[in-house]
């Protein structure tokens, strides 16, 4: 044994409890009084190795390496900047403006950490901690347990623009011990604060997660009105131009991830839509913000624009964006006040604009065409024999026709969608473990899997798999050449509507309503959806539009429900007193 | 040897979260408000593990359609994905893998037209090395895939490697499966031994090349004796392998040691029953000439396993020379037996016994034994076997059948029956005797009297 002096270490001797540390041949340190060698072993240090001299100079607690994997110092909720970095530059180039970057979901996120005590603060929640454990003076003897030389909270300083100024740490010497048994499963992680995050149970802190790395897209893009629904964000997401699964590949290559973090950053389901929506309202009213711009009529957000963007993508025709307007006008969700979120007000609740925008064009659907599986048919007929008789006319929309192309185009879209989620694969390139113990075991495995895959990917078909998509707000192209994908919206609502002194209505002067009797309980849906109940056409149509938005049928349903519920508010409370009356006549 | 399912992974945070909560539960009787939300981020955790578990799942699916339909491609493309489930963080999930990765796999990797030996081999040899328990199984398998190939030693040196496979207290548990491993090494050191047999056959005794093949001959079944002989002692059905290692005991005169295997194969109550075995010991003893009671006592086993084996003719007419009449009332048993099955109905041997033998049982004043046997076959023979419809049938293809059924009939069901009224119309040159006898037997023994 080499006799060389290790004053680095200040920890006691867990035989004699001295602090008189040598270091052994093979670099591991032993008490000079009692001859007890540790499994700690002196770290090499190598600043030469760090690539990035930025981060470097921002971060001096870089320089510490851990035995396990060696890397960086850095706590979760820089992960997750890391992250929302990732998404943002991913929005940025689909056209998003950088103020969004820079300006909002900066302020977002520095909001954020602030609220939840995290940097930004007085009293930092890793300070207190730390305090408060020096106090205990618990010496322990894992590798774990030492955190000396933490200086600086790396915050921050991804956002490169913005000035980093991190909260110095008022770091202590002494240990702090935050686990007990180094290397099992769960009580380790690569970040330094993973275990404790994991534990941390606040009340009244919403805690990150990486589908809420989404609602701060969210947010940000709600902030500054761009034209991104929170349904084109997710399919961004599920086709892949925005990261969001397997985001911790692209973390620095120093920054080591495993054991707790594990939990906290590998992600192996799609976002859903309401998940992300309550998050968004729940992330909101936790960051106190103010009311957000008003949604006006020249946003792309508003119901007119946005059932216009619809009734083009499913194919019907212009002219139906008239009634849509006088739906919008009647039921007055087309006001600002109604439209623009304001996470303060009483009872936080946003709209949900792409699914409204749809339930109005569903409702539309039904004034002209009931969708009660008959006067839709008959009046196809009418349609389909004055199309024929007057073929250089200006064609009348024949709801047959529009349901046979739609039908088609939506089962090929949905079966590829199908077969693309089936053969998706998961798996990181960088596996994730969750102790030094699983390590090999883990990249092992990951490399039988590799090698297998490579074997099978020469036995698949050659023909190339479908490039990468294009980000488009659109799923569909519609056009007149391709008899397979009619382009409808063009035609007519002639020979469904009919002049009535000055103005149009409809032929049609029956409707029903999709929901009868809302749920009063404190269940928190207001109404169910039981396919079976409703009519083919009805179910067609809110199949449609929901894979379209890629929500659930019964979400979309409610939608629906409640655009009813505005328009027909005099019917519902007669209906309070009358119940059981199927039909109503329309009021108009 | 790497293994993967060994190192058992710690658990996994659902279940970590479902032990905690129901300690709560099972504490008392009260109520924590916080319990709920506790419970529903127990439930939106499961739900993050949903989308990859229904990806595996759907992909699995589809992959099984695809093989259904012959589209190898596409089986190879979902394969590609659903590799990854080796990878699942759900170790019940991740353990079950590798097999079905490992059948559907080969099979894609059998018949896919872009596939080779070569790439079956690698794919097999990183099958075997995923898990301890799958190592003999697919090493197995893996051998004979390769004899269907015609790769004989490829095979052999296979199952080499299988043998010599240790792996602690797993290889104890395995011992089946070794023992299959070796003998179907056996198997395929019988086959050269049998090879060598045929080429030693065609030379001289003379020559000075049969001394050296017949050394060589016995090299080779001392070593195949000795992996066979292991795996025919555990209870199974081993018939290849009994049938070649008795026959090399029997090449090197061991009778005593055959018959005992035999014996052993087809008597051992530990044993599923096994017709082959039987049949197998009947044929030794034929040929050691054994005494007939001897040959019946083992047929009489196969006639309550399978009554409408080939073997059974001659179970008649072994029973036939007996002096014994308990075993001439066997054999009527066994006529009628083999008539039972539906695959039997037009066997024209056994309508003359039957004929044959009703008659004379008659004649001997047995009327009780057919009556016994005839009592659970009176609702269903007539439809059966005496339709109108096989009347017309079988005096069309086979005019000798027709008549000795019609014997029968006529014997068991009188003279009015369906079957011997349209055979005793008919009118034929040649059979004229044969029918005139035929009715008269008929009148005399028929068992309904009109």
Same mark, same amino acid.
């Given at each position: 044994?080499?006799l060389?002096?290790?004053?680095?270490l200040? +920890?006691?001797c867990?035989?004699?409890?001295?602090?008189?540390?040598?270091v052994?041949?093979?670099?591991?340190y032993?008490c000079?009084s009692?001859?007890?060698?540790?499994?700690?072993?002196?770290?090499?240090?190598?600043?030469?190795?760090?690539p990035n001299?930025?981060?470097?100079?921002?971060?001096r607690g870089?320089?510490?390496?851990?035995?396990l994997?060696k890397?960086w110092?850095w706590?979760?909720?820089?992960?997750?900047?890391?992250?929302?970095?990732?998404? =943002?530059?991913?929005?940025k180039?689909?056209?998003?403006g950088?103020?969004?970057k820079?300006?909002?979901?900066?302020?977002?996120w520095?909001?954020?950490?602030?609220?939840?005590?995290?940097?930004?603060?007085k009293?930092?929640?890793?300070?207190?901690?730390?305090k408060?454990?020096?106090l205990?003076?618990?010496?322990?003897?894992?590798d774990?347990?030492s955190e000396?030389e933490?200086?600086?909270?790396?915050?921050?300083?991804?956002?490169?623009?913005?000035?980093?100024?991190s909260?110095?740490d008022?770091?202590t010497?002494?240990p702090?011990p935050?686990?007990?048994?180094?290397?099992?499963a769960?009580?380790c992680?690569?970040?330094?604060?993973g275990?404790?995050?994991?534990?941390?149970k606040?009340?009244g802190?919403?805690?990150?997660t =990486?589908?809420?790395?989404l609602?701060?897209?969210?947010l940000?893009?709600?902030?500054?009105?761009?034209a991104?629904?929170?349904?084109?964000?997710?399919?961004?997401?599920?086709?892949g131009?925005?990261?969001?699964?397997?985001?911790?590949?692209?973390?620095?290559?120093?920054?080591?991830?495993?054991?707790?973090?594990?939990?906290?950053?590998?992600i192996?389901?799609?976002?859903?839509?309401?998940?992300?929506?309550?998050?968004?309202?729940?992330?909101?009213?936790? #960051?106190?913000?103010?009311?957000?711009?008003?949604?006006?009529?020249?946003?792309?957000?508003?119901?007119?624009?946005?059932?216009?963007?619809?009734?083009?993508?499913?194919n019907?025709?212009?002219?139906?964006?008239?009634?849509?307007?006088?739906v919008?006008k009647?039921?007055?969700?087309?006001?600002?006040d109604?439209?623009?979120?304001?996470?303060?007000?009483?009872?936080?609740?946003?709209?949900k604009?792409?699914?409204?925008?749809?339930?109005?064009?569903i409702?539309?659907?039904?004034?002209?065409?009931?969708?009660n599986d008959?006067l +839709?048919?008959?009046l196809?007929?009418?349609a389909?024999k004055?199309?024929?008789?007057?073929?250089?006319?200006?064609?009348w929309?024949?709801?047959?026709?529009?349901?046979?192309?739609?039908?088609k185009?939506?089962?090929e879209?949905k079966q590829?969608?199908?077969e693309?989620?089936?053969?998706?694969?998961?798996k990181?390139e960088?596996?994730?473990?969750?102790?030094?113990?699983n390590?090999?075991?883990?990249?092992?495995r990951?490399?039988?899997v590799?090698?297998?895959?490579?074997?099978?990917?020469?036995?698949i078909d050659?023909?190339p798999v479908?490039?990468?998509?294009?980000?488009?707000?659109f799923?569909?192209?519609?056009?007149? +050449?391709?008899?397979?994908?009619?382009?409808?919206?063009g035609?007519?609502l002639?020979?469904i #509507?009919?002049?009535?002194?000055?103005?149009?209505?409809?032929?049609?002067?029956?409707?029903?309503?999709?929901?009868?009797?809302?749920?009063?309980?404190h269940?928190?849906?207001?109404?169910?959806?039981?396919e079976?109940?409703?009519?083919?056409? /009805?179910?067609?149509?809110?199949?449609?539009?929901?894979? #379209?938005?890629?929500?659930k049928?019964?979400?979309?349903?409610?939608?629906?429900?409640?655009?009813?519920?505005?328009?027909?508010?005099?019917? /519902?409370?007669q209906?309070?007193?009358?119940?059981?009356?199927?039909k109503?006549?329309?009021?108009k | 040897?790497?293994?993967?399912?060994?190192?058992?992974?710690l658990m996994?945070?659902s279940t970590?979260?479902?032990?905690m909560?129901?300690?709560?539960?099972?504490g008392?009787g009260?109520?924590?408000?916080?319990?709920?939300?506790?419970?529903?981020?127990v439930l939106?955790?499961?739900?993050?593990?949903?989308a990859?578990?229904?990806t595996?799942t759907?992909?699995l699916?589809?992959?099984?359609?695809?093989?259904?339909?012959?589209?190898?491609q596409?089986?190879a493309?979902?394969m590609?994905s659903?590799?990854q489930?080796?990878e699942?963080?759900?170790?019940?999930?991740?353990?079950?893998a590798?097999?079905?990765?490992?059948?559907?796999?080969?099979?894609?990797?059998f018949?896919?037209?872009?596939?080779?030996?070569?790439?079956?081999?690698?794919?097999?040899?990183?099958?075997?090395?995923i898990?301890?328990?799958?190592?003999?199984?697919? *090493?197995?398998q893996?051998?004979?895939?390769?004899?269907?190939?015609?790769?004989?030693?490829?095979?052999?040196?296979?199952?080499?490697q299988a043998e010599?496979?240790?792996?602690?207290?797993?290889?104890?548990?395995?011992?089946?499966?070794?023992?299959?491993v070796?003998?179907?090494?056996?198997?395929?050191?019988?086959?050269?031994?049998?090879?060598?047999?045929?080429?030693?056959?065609?030379?001289?005794?003379?020559?000075?090349?049969?001394?050296?093949?017949s050394q060589?001959?016995l090299?080779?079944?001392?070593?195949?004796?000795?992996?066979?002989?292991?795996?025919?002692?555990?209870?199974?059905?081993?018939?290849?392998?009994v049938? *070649?290692?008795?026959?090399?005991?029997d090449?090197?005169?061991?009778?005593?040691?055959?018959?005992?295997?035999l014996?052993?194969?087809?008597?051992?109550?530990?044993?599923p029953?096994?017709?082959?075995?039987?049949v197998?010991?009947?044929?030794?003893?034929?040929?050691?000439k054994?005494?007939?009671?001897?040959?019946?006592?083992?047929?009489k086993?196969?006639?309550?396993i399978?009554p409408?084996?080939?073997?059974m003719?001659?179970?008649y007419r072994?029973l036939?020379?007996?002096?014994?009449?308990?075993?001439?009332?066997?054999?009527?048993?066994?006529l009628?037996?083999?008539l039972?099955?539906?695959?039997?109905t037009r066997?024209?041997?056994?309508?003359?016994?039957?004929?044959?033998?009703?008659?004379?049982?008659?004649a001997?004043?047995?009327?009780?034994?057919?009556?016994?046997?005839?009592?659970?076959?009176?609702?269903w023979w007539?439809?059966?076997?005496?339709?109108f419809?096989?009347?017309?049938?079988?005096?069309?293809?086979?005019?000798t059948?027709?008549?000795?059924?019609?014997l029968?009939?006529?014997?068991?069901?009188?003279?009015?029956?369906r079957?011997?009224?349209?055979? *005793?119309?008919?009118?034929?040159?040649?059979?004229?005797?044969?029918?005139?006898?035929?009715?008269? *037997?008929?009148?005399?023994?028929?068992?309904?009297?009109?």
């Open positions: 044994m080499d060389e002096e290790a004053k680095e200040k +920890e006691r867990t035989q004699c409890a001295a602090v008189s540390w040598g052994t041949d093979e670099g591991k032993y000079t009692c001859h007890n060698v540790t499994e700690r072993s002196k770290e090499v240090v190598d600043t030469a190795a760090i001299t930025k981060i470097q100079a921002i971060s870089l320089k510490r390496k851990r035995k994997e890397g110092d706590y979760v909720c820089e992960g997750f900047q890391l992250i929302l970095c990732q998404q =943002v530059e991913a929005l180039t689909l056209g998003v950088p103020e969004l820079n300006d909002v979901l900066h302020s977002f520095k909001r954020y950490l602030q609220k939840s005590k995290q940097a930004y603060c009293n930092p929640i890793r300070t207190r901690r730390r408060t454990t020096a205990e003076d618990t010496p322990s003897h894992s774990w347990d000396p933490l200086i600086s909270d790396f915050i921050c300083s991804s956002f490169a623009e913005s000035e980093a100024e909260q110095p008022l770091h010497q002494k702090f935050i686990i007990k048994a180094p290397n099992s769960y009580t992680s690569g970040s330094l604060d275990v404790e995050y994991s534990q941390r606040e009340k802190i919403v805690k990150m =990486v589908p809420r790395t609602a701060f897209c969210y940000s893009l709600l902030w500054q009105r761009e991104i629904t929170l349904s084109d964000l997710l399919r961004f997401v599920e086709e131009h925005i990261p969001y699964i397997n985001t911790f590949e692209h973390f620095p290559e120093e920054m080591k991830l495993y054991g707790r973090d594990k939990l906290i950053f590998a192996e389901s799609w976002p859903i839509y309401e998940d992300i929506y309550k998050n968004t309202i729940e992330l909101a009213t936790f #960051l106190d913000l103010p009311r957000f711009p008003d949604i006006t009529k020249d946003c792309y957000l508003h119901p007119d624009i946005l059932c216009m963007k619809y009734l083009m993508e499913v019907l025709p212009d002219e139906m964006h008239n009634l849509t307007c006088q919008v009647m039921t007055g969700i087309g006001e600002a109604f439209l623009t979120f304001d996470p303060i007000a009483k009872k936080a609740k946003t709209v604009y792409d699914v409204q925008a749809i339930a109005i064009i409702v539309v659907l039904k004034l002209l065409f009931l969708l008959n +839709e048919w008959s196809s007929d009418i389909e004055y199309n024929e008789k007057n073929k250089k006319d200006k064609p929309f024949d709801f047959r026709k529009w349901y046979q192309v739609m039908k185009s939506i089962d879209k590829k969608w199908e693309a989620r089936a053969k998706y694969l998961w990181s960088k596996p994730l473990y969750l102790s030094s113990y390590r090999p075991v883990v990249y092992k990951r490399e039988v590799v090698n297998l895959q490579k074997q099978f990917s020469t036995l050659s023909t479908a490039e990468k998509q294009n980000p488009s707000s799923q569909f192209n519609w056009t007149e +050449e391709n008899p397979n994908r009619t382009c409808f919206h035609h007519s002639q020979g #509507l009919k002049k009535k002194g000055q103005s149009l209505t409809t032929m049609n002067s029956l409707y029903w309503l999709s929901t009868q009797k809302f749920c009063k309980s269940c928190k849906h207001v109404t169910t959806y039981e079976s109940y409703f009519s083919q056409s /009805y179910q067609f149509v809110i199949s449609l539009f929901s894979f #379209l938005l890629r929500i049928t019964s979400s979309l349903h409610e939608e629906v429900s409640l655009i009813e519920k505005r328009i027909f508010k005099a019917k /519902y409370n209906s309070k007193k009358k119940p059981s009356k199927k109503i006549r329309k009021v | 040897m790497t293994d993967m399912s060994d190192f058992s992974e996994r945070p970590e979260g479902d032990r909560e129901t300690c709560v539960l099972s008392t009260m109520h924590f408000p916080w319990l709920q939300k506790y419970l529903n981020s939106t955790e499961r739900k993050k593990e949903k990859f578990a229904q595996t759907e992909c699916s589809l992959m099984q359609q695809a093989l259904l339909k012959h589209q190898w596409q089986a493309g979902y590609h659903y590799l489930v080796l699942d963080w759900d170790v019940i999930k991740r353990q079950a590798p097999e079905i990765i490992w059948k559907l796999g080969s099979e894609i990797l018949y896919h037209p872009k596939s080779s030996v070569e790439t079956f081999n690698t794919f097999a040899d990183r099958m075997k090395n898990g301890v328990m799958n190592y003999l199984k697919i *090493s197995l893996h051998a004979l895939y390769l004899l269907h190939h015609g790769m004989l030693e490829d095979a052999s040196r296979n199952l080499h010599t496979w240790r792996y602690g207290d797993k290889s104890s548990s395995q011992e089946v499966l070794i023992n299959l070796q003998a179907y090494k056996g198997l395929l050191q019988y086959y050269t031994w049998s090879k060598k047999k045929m080429e030693l056959s065609q030379l001289d005794e003379e020559d000075y090349a049969y001394n050296t093949a060589s001959m090299n080779h079944s001392w070593k195949t004796s000795i992996n066979l002989c292991a795996l025919i002692q555990i209870p199974g059905v081993w018939d290849p392998f049938k *070649s290692y008795v026959e090399m005991l090449f090197y005169g061991d009778r005593d040691g055959a018959r005992e295997v014996t052993n194969y087809a008597y051992d109550d530990k044993f029953s096994n017709p082959n075995a039987h197998y010991l009947y044929n030794f003893l034929k040929k050691e054994a005494p007939r009671e001897k040959l019946i006592s083992v047929l086993i196969l006639y309550q399978v409408s084996h080939k073997l003719f001659e179970f072994l036939r020379k007996s002096e014994k009449e308990e075993d001439q009332k066997l054999g009527l048993e066994v009628f037996g083999v039972d099955f539906a695959g039997c066997n024209i041997t056994a309508w003359k016994y039957l004929a044959k033998h009703l008659r004379q049982t008659l001997g004043n047995r009327l009780a034994w057919i009556q016994e046997l005839w009592d659970s076959r009176k609702n007539p439809n059966f076997h005496f339709s419809f096989w009347a017309k049938s079988d005096w069309k293809e086979e005019k059948l027709a008549c000795e059924k019609a029968v009939a006529g014997i068991l069901l009188g003279k009015g029956c079957y011997f009224r349209y055979i *005793s119309k008919q009118d034929h040159q040649v059979l004229k005797k044969k029918m005139k006898r035929m009715k008269k *037997s008929v009148k005399k023994f028929s068992i309904v009297k009109p």
